[in-house]
């Protein structure tokens, strides 16, 4: 299997995302690091302890993170993910302490310890932890197998008409890890918002029938309600798990390499990310690309494998 760590911010979606890699046979989760974003870093690490114990994966660490951006204030997604960043569900208490050791230095440590090209980074949130771990050990840059985003876009924004909440959030540390060097995937919004909830979905977990799919329907009922309340959307996109599905089958998420940087400067552009597509682009060297068509039925289909799997 795929050794993953998956550096999040739980989050509706981040968690879908944990289940996701939690319940395929083709993802070995090494830990979840956590990061401030969609909530505080306090309520966000507790709420990736919470999803563990849903899953009954009390086993894997979790490592709290940055609990701010590197320059930017700090701005929380309450109004999609509400005052605790999972609301929709009871939150069933950690059973097992948060790890001692923090985000950015078993990132650094678990890459350095593994074969090379061994570990792949998964960032579902603000990317502040992963651009510390990069300026901290440089060395994981060419040790990493690949890192793969949830976050832009190349056509569409949700915070502003040009930027996505992750990279909006700490665009600093999007170009530190856009322009590391290493091979990297942004999975924006122009994949996610094909990766929708559908009632057709839903009905497809509420046949699973246990606590965890009862779990899966409460966070998808509060976010739909926050999409369409908020975005204008009918169904909400499940944006995180889409990276997962990347790496189990990379037919569900079609990619297209194109050179990719982060606008940090621009007062109509901050944290937009900016894909060359041009048909005519250099392409040798170019060790970035950015996902474009979602086989939603195959993702789907993913996730409610997953749910099930996981009991
Ligand atoms: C991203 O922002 C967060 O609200 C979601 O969890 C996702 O990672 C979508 O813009
Ligand atoms: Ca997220």
Redesign the pocket.
Known sequence: PRRIILD???????AVAIMLALGSPAIELLGVTTVG??QTVEKITRNAQSVLEMCRRQDVPVHRGSARPLLREVHV?GD??GESGLDGVELPEPTVPVAAQRAVEFLVQTVMESEPGEITLVG??PLTNIALAARLEPAIIDRVREVVI??GGYHEG??TPVA???IW?DPEAAAIVVDAGWELTMVG?DL?HQALATADVEQRIAEIGTDLAEFFLGLMAFFRRAYQENQGFDDP?V??ACTIAHLIDPSVVQTRRAPLHVEIRGDLTRGMTVADLRPGTDLEGCRTQVATVLDAEGFWRLVVDAVRTLG
């Open positions: 999040c911010d739980p989050g509706h979606d981040d974003g969609n997604a999609i993910h579902t949130g949830m976050g949700n915070v996505e909440f992750n959030a919004l996610t996109p944006h995180d």
